[in-house]
């Protein structure tokens, strides 16, 4: 069993920046590829950004490669999403997620079996 719990998540306007945080209980951190997805209104959810165990390899979406940032601290069973030069597409609700079953990194959502409950992004325009 794993426990994910997200925050960081607020209203912030174009341009600017956050920091989420996600983190984790139970299984031992540093055994398992974590993510970040976002779902907006209407909207699938989608993949953003993942990490290897080690943090050795990441993984970013078109969309927001070169202006996010996932890293993970295995020492503090945490993970992060630093997000800088917000877009007003970039609002959504932000989930990390644990793929426990494999080693091996997904960007299908599928793949992933614990789900923090959800921190909310706005970036006003």
């Known amino acids: 069993q794993v426990q994910l719990v997200e925050s960081g998540g607020e209203l912030v306007q174009a341009g600017g920046s956050l920091r989420l945080s996600c983190a984790a209980s139970?299984?031992?951190?540093?055994?398992?590829?974590m993510a970040w997805f976002r779902q907006a209104p209407g909207k699938e959810r989608e993949f953003v950004a993942g990490?290897?165990?080690?943090?050795?390899?990441?993984y970013y979406a078109d969309s927001v490669k070169g202006r996010f940032t996932i890293s993970r601290d295995n020492a503090k069973n945490t993970v992060y999403l630093q997000m800088n030069s917000l877009k007003p597409e970039d609002t959504a609700v932000y989930y990390c997620?644990?793929?426990?079953?494999?080693?091996?990194?997904?960007?299908?959502?599928?793949?992933?079996?614990?789900w923090g409950q959800g921190t909310q992004v706005t970036v006003s325009s």
């Open positions: 990490i290897s165990r080690s943090a050795g390899s990441t």
């Open positions: 139970g299984r031992t951190f540093s055994s398992y590829p």
């Open positions: 997620a644990a793929k426990t079953l494999s080693i091996n990194w997904s960007p299908n959502a599928r793949a992933y079996d614990y």
